[in-house]
């Protein structure tokens, strides 16, 4: 399916306006909606090429710029020792409860947006992992996956590094795709096995992969990416938004094919 990018617009939070880019289907029609969240490093060209992968399977793909707060609109950090620095010292200035906000003021956006369906789920990749998972405690969305989801084993997202992600699991009523690297090193086995026996304890509906892959075996740029994993995790991704948002309205039509006579 061929997709666009449309303008990028300021949601209104109520810690700013909020940079969000969009990606959808070219075709007419409305389709499920998916907030996207990126790594710490924002909306980088790879995250960009996930979003576009995404709508291009038939869905609406909003990816906000997590820390709106403290960057001008459109910063992108490099994937270097600085990038990295600045990324991880954000992620713990930013209020929990402003992130919180954030995933609200995109859901709603897209509930109400028209060439959307109204049916939503979240995608998040490290602590878009994290923020997917606590995006998707809203009663309105129906999947989330979390690619290695950080620090949700110990509480550290957010001032204070004392979030409640997991004691609020009970919340989840959407189905949970969670993918693991087994060499990831900000997600040891003990942590991996804390979340795990949390989610099982509340009854949370998921499914749970663990690969032999690095910390970020998604990013299509740097030495960990491992494109056999990714392709795996987009097609668990596609099956579980497939199943439980549905498809739009309409599928297109491959550019430069005719329709049969017979």
Not at 1 to 19: C, F, H, V, W
Not at 94 to 109: E, G, S, T, W
Not at 184 to 200: F, S, W
Request: with cysteine.
């Amino acid at each position: 399916m061929t997709l666009q990018e449309t303008a990028p617009i300021d949601l209104l939070t109520p810690s700013g306006p909020m940079r969000t880019h969009l990606f959808r289907p070219a075709a007419p029609g409305r389709y499920p909606g998916i907030l996207l969240y990126s790594e710490i490093f924002q909306v980088t060209a790879p995250i960009r090429r996930t979003a576009a992968l995404l709508a291009g399977h038939g869905f609406i793909v909003a990816v906000p710029e997590i820390y709106h707060e403290y960057e001008p609109a459109g910063t992108i950090l490099a994937y270097d020792q600085a990038g990295a620095d600045r990324g991880n010292a954000l992620k713990t200035t930013k209020p929990l409860a402003a992130y919180d906000n954030d995933a609200r003021a995109v859901l709603a956006f897209l509930r109400t947006y028209e060439f959307c369906t109204g049916r939503l789920g979240v995608m998040g990749i490290c602590i878009g992992g994290h923020l997917a998972f606590r995006a998707a405690m809203n009663p309105e969305v129906l999947a989330a996956t979390c690619f290695y989801a950080t620090d949700l084993h110990k509480r550290g997202l957010g001032a204070g590094m004392s979030d409640d992600s997991l004691d609020r699991i009970p919340e989840i009523k959407g189905e949970l795709l969670m993918i693991w690297g087994r060499q990831d090193p900000h997600v040891p086995l003990d942590g991996r096995l804390k979340i795990q026996a949390a989610l099982n304890a509340a009854g949370t509906h998921f499914t749970w992969h663990e690969f032999n892959g690095a910390h970020a075996f998604l990013r299509d740029e740097g030495y960990r990416y491992d494109p056999e994993l990714a392709l795996q995790g987009y097609a668990l991704t596609l099956a579980l938004f497939r199943r439980k948002l549905g498809e739009g309205d309409q599928r297109g039509t491959p550019t430069g094919s005719t329709e049969s006579k017979h």
